[in-house]
């Protein structure tokens, strides 16, 4: 148990010390660009690294049982992609929504009649995450 405990604290220690820094320059009025994409960077740096580790280990607590679509690391890497999918294109919509749905406001604003055609671009924006959810669950099942 102590073992996954210590490198989660190290992990958390070197996450949360660059956000106190950045927190005393913008504090200070200077520019908080770098060290934030600096700390960025080392977030899903530790993470890709911690995930090579995790996996590379084995991921099922059954021991020697394989999995029904293969060995314990095709069925790791399969889980990974499908959370990739998911996640990803439900990032993308929430941006591409919010971003057509401002414009469809503004639109019928200025014009009610345009409420339909900007309405189906929103629509088309959140079929980006029906999309990925469905990539993610023919990973999973196949």
Same mark, same amino acid.
């Given at each position: ?9 190290? %992990? ?16 200070? $009025? ?15 740096? %530790?993470? #890709? ?19 029904? $679509? ?11 992609? #499908? ?22 406001? *503004?639109? %019928? ?6 409420? *339909? ?7 088309? #924006?959140? *079929? ?15």
């Amino acid at each position: 148990m102590l073992k996954l405990i210590y490198p989660a604290i190290v %992990m958390l220690i070197l996450i949360v010390l660059p956000l106190a820094a950045i927190y005393r320059r913008a504090k200070r $009025g200077k520019s908080v660009k770098k060290p934030l994409y600096a700390n960025l960077c080392l977030f899903f740096t %530790m993470f #890709a690294v911690s995930a090579a580790v995790f996996l590379s280990q084995g991921v099922a607590a059954a021991g020697d049982t394989m999995a029904a $679509g293969g060995t314990d690391w095709t069925t790791a890497v399969a889980y990974i992609s #499908a959370a990739l999918a998911v996640g990803i294109s439900g990032l993308a919509s929430a941006k591409a929504v919010a971003q057509t749905a401002c414009a469809a406001i *503004g639109a %019928m604003v200025e014009n009610e009649g345009t409420f *339909g055609k900007s309405l189906v671009f929103v629509g088309m #924006a959140e *079929g980006i995450a029906i999309y990925g959810l469905l990539i993610g669950i023919v990973i999973v099942l196949f």
